[in-house]
T-cell receptor
């Protein structure tokens, strides 16, 4: 079936503007993860959704970042009042069971965000 | 929280030789340790993982070892090939906390 998809693939915005990034997980996957990857760096965990449980927001860097997930489907990551240090690739992943199942995370292609 | 250290940051080996990448973690409660390969401009993909109830796992030319007492785990690639060139990431804390990555270069 289809893998994880993300949109847009590229986003250029001006400092101070809000952006919304979208992730469509693999159908049937109960867990969804957002990561940030700065150029040449590792993956930085942002937020984790598991079924109907309260999300683990422990990785969100500031209150300008928020995310929502509709049931066990699409998720949106919103960054308000963007700053230049927000420039990065934002990766979404999904997995069948989540952390309890210690199962494979499948990554989307990412959204490259550039804040001018 | 969990802290994952990965070494080396860059590793260059001759084609056919072995490559070893090492990671250490801080949270003794971590139980799941995946390794991802990310080729230039592409998404990370899982190549192998290990759980805390085993000490070693092998899949063809790739193996992972885990020492829970010392809180470190390693990726071993034998008989390296040009297509092994990529950035490799380890992770701990049930797969959420990643190392900074190792750029593996296979010299022909």
């Amino acid at each position: 079936g289809a893998g994880v998809s993300q949109s847009p693939s590229n986003k250029v915005t001006e400092k101070g503007k809000d952006v919304e990034l979208r992730c469509d997980p693999i159908s049937g996957h109960t867990a969804l993860y957002w990561y940030r990857q700065r150029l040449g760096q590792g993956l930085e965990f942002l937020i984790y959704f598991q079924g109907n449980s309260a999300p683990d927001k422990s990785g969100l860097p500031s209150d300008r970042f928020s995310a929502e997930r509709t049931g066990e489907s699409v998720s949106t990551l919103t960054i308000q009042r963007t700053q230049q240090e927000d420039s990065a690739v934002y990766l979404c992943a999904s997995s069948l069971q989540g952390l309890a199942g210690e199962d494979t995370q499948y990554f989307g292609p990412g959204t490259r965000l550039t804040v001018l | 929280g969990e802290n994952v250290e990965q070494h080396p940051s860059t590793l260059s080996v001759q084609e056919g030789d072995s490559a070893v990448i090492k990671c250490t973690y801080s949270d003794s409660a971590s139980n799941y340790f995946p390794w991802y390969k990310q080729e230039l401009g592409k998404r990370p993909q899982l190549i192998i993982d290990i759980r805390s109830n085993v000490g070693e796992k092998k899949d063809q030319r790739i193996a992972v070892t885990l020492n829970k007492t010392a809180k470190h785990f390693s990726l071993h690639i034998t008989e390296t090939q040009p297509e092994d060139s990529a950035v490799y990431f380890c992770a701990a804390r049930d797969g959420l906390t990643f190392g900074k990555g190792t750029h593996l270069i296979i010299q022909p």
